[in-house]
């Protein structure tokens, strides 16, 4: 590899949406970003490894570039940087893996690959001492990792609130703004190019939590298993929530925490939270993505942008080209600039202990006594009620079957399952409560 000349090498895997991004990014700003190295550092795309060399592209990369091996990609002495954009966790575990056993910086935006099977990774590029970059793998255009892993390196984390799924954004967005049903918005979401033919990360929650996993693993030092996180969706929030959110003051959306304990523990998970209508976070619409860290330094601070999409995520991966020629150019000697892991292990939160306020709605038969019967079950377990509320259908004001609702006082979510579980049984309620939790944010 060579250590002196200023063109650096590369090859991209995957030339997709992002892949093609990303040519199309050095070719419009390559002078400039060369100009901004100080003139030392120029990249050029060598090789492309594609599932389809034939398919017509969305960037004019010369045919000959074009490979489906990415062994002899990753072999090749004119690749000195890997770029992985193929997504998955498989053969792009393979390729990465390759690729820094081969001495080789590595940048990717692929979260589940990092989230799922990073730990083997940050070790594998530990032990080559050769720098895996993943800007680009959260929040897109957003440069949070970089905020995370040096803007911030003087602050204790304390805390980190997300939105970082566009999709579900998008989709609860329109499920609040339009009163749509989940549905109905997801399918327009779809048709705008918002969500993916498969969307079943996005709103499951596993996208954001992959994010979230990453960002958690970087302000904590350790790489956190993907079983210790608890993950909830936004396929099964209803119009009817987000209505009486609505008249409570708050908005609903897939909100990302990761929060550090007096004991050292982390708190980390991903869920359809209330936030308060005022809150900053509230107003975080459409396709973009936020992300709020609070540290013990610098106070709240707050990232805001695009966090998918092909331009903005090019901008990221781009940026972390530029890191690794630096680290291939002039700071081969002394350690990478790339996540090493700090701690050995931390400790997961169980999110049985985690605490916060809640929502809760009991659809019940409207009979004398049952807000007393579900009051004095709560009250057992020791979980003050601030509010209840019960919306009379003015076309139906004697309706056999309503929803009761319950604002509950902060309590660890174990202490409210046990409560529940007791409530369920009483012959009153006619379905599975719905719980959201309200978060003081
Ligand atoms: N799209 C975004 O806004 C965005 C934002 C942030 C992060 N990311 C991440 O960036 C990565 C790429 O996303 P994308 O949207 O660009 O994906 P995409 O449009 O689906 O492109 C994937 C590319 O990878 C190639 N590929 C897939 N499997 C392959 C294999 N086994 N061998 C060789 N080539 C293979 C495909 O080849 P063919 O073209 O021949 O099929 C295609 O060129 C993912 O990890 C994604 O999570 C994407």
Same mark, same amino acid.
């Not at 003051?249 to 929060?259: D, S």
């Not at 975080?284 to 601070?301: E, H, K, L, Q, Y």
């Not at 972390?320 to 050995?344: K, N």
């Given at each position: 590899m060579s250590k002196n000349g200023t063109t650096i090498g590369l090859g991209i895997a995957g030339f997709g949406t992002v892949g093609a991004g990303v040519w199309n990014v050095l070719a419009r700003n390559g002078g400039l970003i060369s100009e901004r190295a100080g003139g030392a550092l120029k990249f050029e795309i060598r090789r492309i490894v594609v599932r389809d060399p034939e398919k017509v592209r969305e960037a004019a990369a010369p045919a000959d570039l074009f490979t489906t091996d990415w062994q002899s990609m990753v072999a090749d002495p004119g690749v000195e940087v890997v770029v992985e954009l193929i997504g998955g966790t498989d053969v792009a575990y393979e390729l990465v893996a390759a690729a820094l056993m081969a001495g080789k910086p590595v940048v990717t935006g692929n979260k589940a690959l990092l989230a799922e099977r990073g730990a083997d990774l940050f070790e594998l590029s530990r032990k080559h001492d050769v720098p895996i970059h993943f800007e680009a793998a959260v929040a897109g255009g957003i440069p949070i990792i970089k905020a995370v892993q040096e803007s911030l390196v003087s602050n204790r984390i304390d805390s980190i609130a997300g939105i970082i799924n566009g999709t579900s954004n998008y989709i609860l967005m329109r499920m609040t703004e339009a009163e749509l049903d989940y549905p109905d918005a997801l399918k327009e979401a779809k048709e705008l190019g918002y969500a993916e033919l498969d969307e079943t990360l996005d709103v499951n929650g596993w996208d954001a939590a992959h994010k979230a996993i990453l960002l958690g693993t970087l302000a904590?030092?350790?790489?956190?298993?993907?079983?210790?996180?608890?993950?909830?969706?936004?396929?099964?929030?209803?119009?009817? @929530?987000?209505?009486?959110?609505? =008249?409570?003051?708050?908005?609903?959306?897939?909100?990302?925490?990761?929060?550090?304990?007096?004991?050292?523990?982390?708190?980390?998970?991903?869920?359809?939270?209330?936030?308060?209508?005022?809150?900053?976070?509230?107003?975080?619409? @459409?396709?973009? =993505?936020?992300?709020?860290?609070?540290?013990?330094?610098?106070?709240?601070?707050?990232?805001?942008?695009?966090?998918?999409?092909?331009?903005?995520?090019?901008?990221?991966?781009?940026? @972390?080209?530029?890191?690794?020629?630096?680290?291939?150019?002039?700071?081969?000697?002394?350690?990478?600039?790339?996540?090493?892991?700090?701690?050995?292990?931390?400790?997961?939160?169980?999110?049985?202990?985690?605490?916060?306020?809640?929502?809760?709605?009991?659809?019940?038969?409207?009979?004398?006594?049952?807000v007393a019967d579900i009051a004095s079950l709560l009250a057992g377990a020791g979980i003050g009620i601030s509010g209840t509320h019960s919306p009379v259908d003015p076309d139906e004001p004697d309706a056999e079957f309503v929803d009761m609702v319950f604002l509950l006082h902060t309590c660890p979510f174990g202490t409210l399952k046990g409560a529940l579980k007791k409530i369920e049984a009483l012959d009153c309620v006619t379905e599975r409560p719905v719980v959201f939790r309200i978060e003081s944010l």
């Open positions: 904590h030092g350790f790489p956190i298993d993907p079983e210790e996180v608890y993950v909830r969706g936004i396929e099964y929030v209803r119009p009817l @929530d987000i209505r009486f959110a609505k =008249n409570l003051g708050y908005v609903v959306k897939l909100l990302c925490i990761v929060r550090e304990h007096e004991d050292g523990s982390i708190e980390i998970r991903t869920q359809p939270s209330f936030i308060p209508k005022t809150h900053i976070l509230a107003s975080v619409n @459409d396709v973009f =993505n936020a992300v709020a860290v609070r540290g013990d330094g610098v106070g709240d601070s707050l990232f805001y942008g695009r966090g998918a999409g092909q331009d903005p995520t090019a901008s990221s991966v781009v940026a @972390d080209l530029v890191e690794a020629g630096r680290f291939l150019r002039q700071a081969s000697e002394g350690g990478h600039r790339g996540f090493l892991p700090y701690r050995e292990q931390g400790v997961i939160k169980p999110i049985d202990e985690t605490e916060t306020a809640y929502y809760v709605r009991f659809p019940v038969t409207d009979r004398p006594g049952v």
